[in-house]
């Protein structure tokens, strides 16, 4: 079966045997647990003593049964969000993996609470592989260059080039910059 918050495919193997580990808590603590995973992946990391204190009450053992609800809690919502998975989807989807009516509310009210800034977050790190913290640039007239300092996850690399180089580089960062804009700037269909 095809799951909307798995990106119309099927739902992993050990997503669905932790759907009873998560049904085995009670309904509020699986939407205090789903909330302290959220704010973990928005500012890393998870909160793990407030989410042990969440099993210390309940029948289940605190080591094994966390990390496993957590990463189970941790995919389900950043897949739905990722996927962009409308919460009554997410609601009725998790039903029928098994979980409580009750249950699967408490996880929509979390998506729907927290979806916004998920996907802010998302945004900031994709496509992003080493951000640039800083550029300098210095004009070498001795040798007819231009070095360019660079700043890369705080480490330094420095680039020489020739001007012509330089003048090429910067017209296809010109077109980059003309190609984003045309993609952010909405479509009118006639």
Not at 129 to 139: A, D, G, R, Y
Request: hydrophobic letters at 35%.
């Amino acid at each position: 079966m095809k799951f909307r918050f798995c990106g119309e495919a099927d739902c992993p193997d050990w997503v669905l045997a932790e759907i009873y580990t998560l049904s085995r808590l009670s309904s509020v603590k699986l939407k205090v647990l789903a909330q302290i995973v959220v704010q973990g992946t928005i500012k890393p990391p998870v909160d793990t003593t407030k989410a042990e204190k969440l099993f210390t009450e309940s029948k289940l053992d605190p080591d094994i049964d966390l990390k496993t609800c957590v990463a189970c809690l941790s995919f389900i919502i950043t897949s739905a969000v990722r996927f962009n998975c409308n919460s009554s989807t997410l609601h009725s989807e998790l039903q029928q993996l098994g979980l409580p009516r009750e249950h699967s509310t408490s996880v929509k009210r979390v998506v729907d609470d927290y979806c916004e800034e998920l996907t802010s977050h998302y945004r900031k790190q994709s496509l992003r592989v080493n951000p640039l913290e800083k550029v300098s640039t210095e004009i070498d007239q001795s040798v007819n260059c231009v070095l360019l300092d660079l700043t890369i996850n705080g480490q330094n690399e420095k680039v020489t080039m020739i001007p012509h180089t330089v003048n090429v580089l910067l017209e296809n960062l010109k077109q980059v910059r003309e190609k984003m804009v045309e993609l952010n700037e909405p479509m009118v269909y006639l």
